[in-house]
């Protein structure tokens, strides 16, 4: 019923930028809460960045100054700028969306089917 289809990542040497982008469709009410989270092999997901329907941002604090979630809520779509790339940063990224669908009345978690990005050092 939804799809949540990331985009934009890639392999950029250190120092590099890469945007990503998540575009939400489906039978689509609203959608509160998107966010970005990255996994690493045999690591638990992170939290990168999120961002509430009316533009508060939260970001990690490994990403503060570099990174920057935008949301377009027309397009039902969340951007995910990433400057100042590090080798460390490199990780599959999954994009998140607390979503209500029509004829419903509560929300629920989906996820992207997740893109990897790779820093070079």
């Known amino acids: 019923q939804v799809q949540l289809v990331e985009s934009g990542g890639g392999l950029v040497q250190a120092g590099g930028s890469l945007r990503l982008s998540c575009a939400a469709s489906?039978?689509?009410?609203?959608?509160?809460?998107m966010g970005w989270y990255r996994q690493a092999p045999g690591k638990q997901r992170e939290l990168v960045a999120s961002?509430?329907?009316?533009?508060?941002?939260t970001y990690a604090d490994s990403v503060k100054g570099r990174f920057t979630i935008s949301r377009d809520n027309a397009k039902n779509t969340v951007y995910l700028q990433m400057n100042s790339l590090k080798p460390e940063d490199t990780d599959v990224y999954y994009c998140?969306?607390?979503?209500?669908?029509?004829?419903?009345?509560?929300?629920?978690?989906?996820w992207g089917q997740g893109t990897q990005v790779t820093v070079s050092s």
């Open positions: 998140n969306a607390d979503i209500v669908l029509l004829g419903r009345q509560s929300g629920f978690d989906y």
């Open positions: 489906g039978s689509i009410f609203r959608i509160d809460d």
């Open positions: 961002i509430t329907s009316g533009g508060d941002t």
